[in-house]
C-alpha cells in the first residue's frame, strides 16, 4: 500500500500549529490566560505542534522522493 | 458541575472540524485499495511497523480507559500503575516473543479462528459468539460514555452527539476498513499525548513541580509497591492477588487473547513486523501513566491548594464523580485554543475506541460466525458486501446497546460482569492450546466451561467488604449465595476471582484432555503448538531487532520504572 500516515499526521499537526500559533500571537496578554497561570500556552504549544507537524511532512516528503 | 461548563468557542470548533475532515479523508483515500473482503477486514501485510504498534497501544487507550485512569490516579494514586507497569508489559513481550508466531503463522486470520484449527468448531463458536456480544457492547458503552459527557459538559443534545458520532465512525470505517481503523487510532494517540500533555505541565507548574503536588498528597500515593500488603494499602489488595491476578491471569488473558489488539499485530507486513508490534507498543505504554494517571493525582493535589477554587465534580448523583476528572481539569486550565485540542483528543479516543471495536466484530461476524455456521463457500465479494454488512450492522447494535446503557440502570456493570466470568479463564485454554500438545477439543470447551462456571459460582460466595451479621450487598457486588469469603475492596475480589476461573479452567481442561483423544494429527497441528512447530530462523536480521532483544529490553526499562517508584 503507497500509503503514508505520515502526511496526514503533519497536514493535521501543521493546522493545528498553525491555527494555535497565529491565535495565541494575537490574543497574546488575553484575559484567557489567567487559566494557564498566566503562560500564553496557545503561541508556546502551537509552535511545538508546528515543528512536529512540519516534520513528518518533510519526513513524508522525502521517503516519496526516493521513490521512483 | 453544572451543564455547559465549558464553552467552545469557533475556533474549538474548528480544531474538531478539522480532525473529522482528516479522518473521514484518510477513509475516502484508503478505499481504492479495499478491493477484496480480506483488505477490507484484514489489511494483511500491508501496514508499517511503528503504525501497527502505536495502533495496538492506541485500540486500548479507549477514552474509558484515559478517563478510568484518572479516575483511578485521583482515588488510589501512583498504585494505579501496577496497570501498566505489572498489568500490561510483561504480557505484551510474552505475546511478542512466545504467541505471536502462532497467531501471525498459521492460516488463522482471527484469534477464535485460531481455536478452531488447534482445538475444534465448537471451542472457536464459544469464543467468537463472546467476543462478538463483547465487541458490539462495549461500542455501545463508549458511544453512551461520550454522548452523555458531550451532553454534560458542552450541553449539547444527547441524540444528536450519539448519531453525528456513530455516523463519521461508520463514515471511515466503511471506506477504509480495518486500515481506516488503524491509521485513525495512530492520529488518535498523537492528539492524545499532545493534547492532554500540556494539562499535566500546567497543572504540576501550578503545584510546584512533581514535590510540590507529592507535598499534598497522601505518602502512599507516591508508591507503586511500598504499601502493597499494609493497612495502608489504597486498592485493598495483597501482593499475591496483584501479581498473580492482575499481572498473570487478568493481563495475560487480556493481552494475549483478545482479538482486538492482536488484530492489529496481524496487519503488519512479515513475522518480525508481527512479533514487534506489541514491543513497540510497550515503550510509550510504559510512559502512560504519566499522560493519564498523573491527572487524577493533580486533581486530588489542587483541591488540597490554598484558593485553587478547584473541586472534582460532582455526578448526577449527588456524590464525588472521579471519571469527570480530566474533563474538569481541561476546563480549568486550558483556554480556547488548547480547550478545544483537548476536548479533540477527548472525542476522537471515543471514536476511535467504537471503531476498533466494530472493526474486530466485523471480522469475528464475518469469518467465524458467517462463513463458519452460515454460509460457508460463497464468493469473495460475497463475503465483502457481508463485511460492510456487518460494519453497519455493529454500528446500529452499538447505537441499540448505548440506549439500553442510558435506560437500564446498571446493565453494564452486569455485562461487565458476565464478560468477566467468560474471559477470567480464557488465557489457560491458550497457554495450553499452544505448548501442550495433548490438550482436546474436548477439554478446551469443557475446561472453559467450568472456569465460567467457577467464576460465577465465586461471585457468589464472595463479597468485597466485610459484613456484619443480616448486612448485605446488592447482588451485582457478589455474595449472592452468602458472604463466605469477604475481602476489603472489589479490586481483590475481582482479582482472586479471576485467579480461580483460571486454575479451575487451567486443572480441568488437563483432566478432561487426558480422559478424551486427541482428533487432530502432530501434522495438523504444526504451526499451532510450540513445540511441533520449526523454530522460526531469524539470522538474516540483526540482534537488535530480533523480539526477544528488544523484549528483555523493554522488560529491564519496566523493572528500573517500578524500582523509581518503588
Redesign the interface.
Known amino acids: ?1 503507497d ?1 503514508d ?1 505520515r502526511f ?2 503533519g ?3 501543521t ?2 500549529g498553525a ?2 500559533t497565529v ?2 500571537a494575537v ?1 497574546n496578554g488575553s484575559e ?2 489567567k ?3 498566566g ?1 500564553n ?2 503561541l508556546q ?2 509552535i ?2 508546528l515543528v ?1 507537524g512540519v516534520f513528518m511532512l518533510t519526513l513524508a516528503i522525502r521517503a516519496r522522493r526516493k521513490k521512483p | 458541575m453544572n451543564t455547559n461548563t465549558i464553552n467552545l468557542t469557533a475556533l474549538d470548533y474548528s480544531i474538531l472540524g478539522i480532525y473529522i475532515l482528516v479522518v473521514i479523508g484518510i477513509g475516502f483515500v484508503l478505499k481504492r485499495h479495499m478491493k477484496s473482503a480480506s483488505d477490507f477486514l484484514l489489511s494483511r501485510g500491508t501496514i508499517p511497523v511503528w503504525v501497527t504498534g502505536l495502533a495496538f497501544l492506541s485500540a486500548n487507550l479507549g477514552a474509558q480507559e484515559v478517563i478510568g485512569m484518572a479516575a483511578s490516579g485521583a482515588k488510589y494514586g501512583l498504585m494505579t500503575s501496577q496497570f501498566y507497569w505489572l498489568g500490561a508489559i510483561p504480557a505484551m513481550i510474552f505475546l511478542a516473543v512466545f504467541m505471536m508466531p502462532f497467531y501471525y503463522g498459521s492460516r488463522a486470520r482471527s484469534v477464535p479462528e485460531y481455536l478452531a484449527l488447534r482445538f475444534d468448531e465448537k471451542t472457536r463458536g464459544l469464543n467468537a459468539a463472546a467476543f462478538a456480544v463483547m465487541t458490539v457492547a462495549s461500542s455501545g458503552a463508549s458511544l453512551h460514555a461520550l454522548a452523555a459527557l458531550l451532553h454534560l459538559l458542552l450541553g449539547w443534545n444527547y441524540n444528536v452527539s450519539l448519531i453525528a458520532t456513530s455516523i463519521v465512525v461508520l463514515a471511515y470505517v466503511l471506506k477504509g476498513g480495518l486500515s481506516s481503523a488503524i491509521y485513525t487510532e495512530v492520529l488518535q494517540f498523537f492528539l492524545i499525548v499532545l493534547g492532554f500533555a500540556p494539562l499535566v505541565i500546567i497543572g504540576l507548574n501550578d503545584l510546584g513541580g512533581w514535590s510540590g503536588m507529592m507535598s499534598k498528597l497522601p505518602e502512599t500515593y507516591a508508591h507503586s509497591w511500598k504499601y502493597v500488603d499494609t493497612t495502608n494499602n489504597p486498592m485493598g489488595v495483597e501482593w499475591f492477588a496483584l501479581v498473580f491476578g492482575l499481572g498473570f491471569v487478568l493481563s495475560f488473558g487480556y493481552w494475549c487473547t483478545d482479538f482486538l489488539v492482536i488484530q492489529r499485530a496481524m496487519a503488519a507486513k512479515n513475522m518480525g513486523d508481527a512479533r514487534r508490534t506489541p514491543i513497540i507498543a510497550a515503550v510509550p505504554k510504559m510512559l502512560f501513566p504519566f499522560i493519564v494517571i498523573v491527572p487524577g493525582m493533580i486533581a486530588l493535589a489542587l483541591m488540597e491548594k490554598a484558593g485553587s477554587g478547584y473541586t472534582i465534580p460532582n455526578g448526577v448523583t449527588g456524590e464525588t464523580d472521579y471519571n469527570l476528572v480530566i474533563p474538569s481539569l481541561i476546563a480549568h486550565y486550558l483556554p480556547t485554543g488548547l480547550l478545544g485540542l483537548a476536548m479533540t483528543a477527548l472525542m476522537a479516543s471515543f471514536m476511535s475506541g467504537m471503531a476498533g471495536n466494530v472493526t474486530a466484530f466485523n471480522t469475528v461476524w464475518t469469518y467465524d460466525i458467517y462463513q463458519s455456521y452460515i454460509a460457508s463457500g460463497k464468493s469473495d465479494s460475497h463475503y465483502m458486501w457481508m463485511a460492510k454488512f456487518a460494519t453497519v450492522g455493529g454500528i446500529i447494535i452499538s447505537i441499540g446497546f448505548a440506549y439500553v446503557a442510558k435506560n437500564v440502570d446498571n446493565i453494564m456493570d452486569f455485562l461487565q460482569l458476565v464478560f468477566g466470568f467468560v474471559n477470567a479463564p480464557v488465557f489457560a485454554t491458550f497457554l495450553l492450546g499452544m505448548f501442550w500438545k495433548r490438550a482436546t477439543g474436548h477439554g478446551a470447551f469443557f475446561g472453559l466451561l467450568c472456569g465460567t462456571m467457577a467464576a460465577i459460582i465465586f461471585h457468589g460466595i464472595s463479597s468485597p467488604m466485610p459484613l456484619t451479621a443480616g448486612e448485605t450487598v446488592p447482588w451485582i457486588k457478589g455474595a449472592w449465595l452468602g458472604a463466605h469469603i469477604t475481602y476489603t475492596s472489589s479490586m481483590a475480589q475481582n482479582f482472586w476471582l479471576a485467579i480461580v476461573a483460571w486454575s479451575v479452567c487451567f486443572v480441568m481442561t488437563i483432566v478432561i484432555s487426558l480422559f478424551t483423544k486427541r482428533i487432530r494429527t502432530d501434522e495438523e497441528l504444526k504451526g499451532l503448538v510450540y513445540t511441533l512447530t520449526p523454530k522460526i530462523k531469524e539470522a538474516n536480521e540483526p540482534v537488535w531487532v530480533r523480539p526477544a532483544f528488544l523484549g528483555v529490553i523493554v522488560l529491564a526499562a519496566a523493572v528500573i520504572l517500578n524500582i523509581i517508584f518503588w
Do not use: T
Request: glycine content about 8%; overall charge neutral.
Open positions: 500500500m500509503f500516515l496526514p499526521i497536514i493535521l499537526f493546522a493545528y491555527i494555535l491565535f495565541g490574543s484567557i490566560y487559566k494557564s497561570l503562560d500556552i496557545n504549544w502551537g511545538l505542534l512536529f
